[in-house]
């Protein structure tokens, strides 16, 4: 209820008559729905609105909280409820998840509700969502403690002759023996020369020894996300690989240690990047140095050179994550979870970080 309470005041703030929620992960945020198929009416003032189908009647009256809920018959669809309903019919000025409608549903919207000011908004949730209470914290630190377990568990099936799919495979089997709900997103095992692409998904690659292995997993825990990445090596591996490991293990660390509330997104990247691009190794971290994490494995903020509008506050959950990665040879990530505080962080994440031969 204080989400949507929240919500709602933010909504007056703006102008708007309503706010039109469509993006899953923000339904299940505001009232606690978890089906697939959903739309959230959130009004400057009463009850917001829920509307689903038929298959999820007995579910929403045990999760649904705060909102009146529709269940559409079998044989309409939701937006034409909204019409038969004449949902709008007070509206003058409606606004609308500009990055999550699909242009379908924006298309339904302008010419049937023509009367109606359609207003694209940007990051509204998202903005409420950023900045976590210690409840979400204490979800997300559970979700990191079980990647934390799991890591352990996975470790000694790491070996020549096994494929990154098994690995991957055991991932997932050890996340839900050690109490995770889901994994977080889709697991990534690359070895050797595939360590080299930051998203490389597990593949019937047979492990071999002199190879880095880099495993990059979560899982979701009540709702909330893990997000860790550990690169291990196979055996000794060439001085290029290790050097680029303890540069990326050094960044890395410098990141979590400058990391306070009050400094931009921006200011942390460049903490990691700097250290990076100082060693020779800049052009080979192309992606940003982290993320927001919390009901999305991917939030606000962007941990990135285009992180500037992004101020780090208290709560905020975000991974540091930088990487080096030479193409046709081998990478190198290494990633944490970590709550901003006042002064300083919490790490979540407390897998070692030395390199690990196996």
């Known amino acids: 209820m204080a989400r949507l309470a929240k919500l709602q005041k933010t909504v007056k703030d703006i102008g ?29 003032q009463g ?15 045990q999760e649904v909280v705060g909102a009146k809920i ?29 990055n999550h409608i699909s242009y379908a549903m924006y298309d339904f919207l302008r010419t049937k509700f023509r009367h109606v000011k359609l207003d694209p908004q940007i990051d509204v949730v998202e903005k409420l969502v950023m900045i976590k209470s210690e409840d979400e914290i204490g979800a997300i630190r559970k979700a990191a403690e079980i990647g934390d377990k799991v ?31 889901k994994e977080a997103f889709n697991i990534i095992v690359a070895s050797g020369e595939r360590s080299a692409l930051p998203h490389g998904a597990a593949s019937d690659k047979k492990i071999r020894k002199g190879e880095l292995v880099t495993l990059d997993f979560g899982c979701v825990f009540k709702g909330f996300n893990s997000d860790m990445t550990r690169t291990v090596a196979v055996g000794k591996i060439p ?7 303890e540069i990326v293990r050094a960044a890395q660390q410098r990141a979590i240690d400058k990391v306070q509330a009050g400094m931009s997104a921006r200011e942390l990247d460049s903490v990691a990047r700097d250290y990076i691009t100082l060693h020779g ?29 992004y101020k780090l ?35 979540l994440t407390t897998s070692p970080k030395d390199l690990r031969v196996l």
Do not use: W
């Open 151 to 181: 890591y352990e568990k996975v470790i000694p099936c790491i070996k020549p002759g096994v494929t990154e799919r098994e690995i991957s495979a055991e991932i997932a089997y050890q996340t839900r023996l050690c109490g995770g709900e």
């Open 70 to 98: 529709s269940i559409v018959d079998r044989d309409r669809t939701i937006p034409d409820t909204l019409v038969e309903k004449q949902l709008f019919a007070d509206y003058d000025h409606l606004g609308f998840e500009k």
């Open 239 to 245: 001085q290029e690989l290790q050097k680029i490991y």
């Open 47 to 61: 009850k917001p609105h829920f509307f689903t189908d038929f298959r999820y009647k007995s579910q929403v009256k």
């Open 313 to 347: 506050e208290p709560n905020m959950v975000v991974t540091i994550e930088p990487g080096i990665y030479l193409d046709g040879v081998g990478g190198v990530r290494i990633e944490d979870d970590v709550v901003i505080r006042r002064e300083g962080c919490e790490v």
């Open 281 to 309: 190794y800049g052009s080979k971290f192309g992606h940003s140095t982290g993320h927001g994490l919390g009901i999305e494995v991917h939030e606000l903020p962007k941990v990135s050179q285009r992180g500037e509008r």
């Open 16 to 44: 708007l008559d309503a706010l039109l929620i469509t993006h899953l992960p923000h339904i299940q945020y505001l009232i606690g729905y978890t089906g697939s198929n959903g739309i959230l009416l959130v009004p400057s």
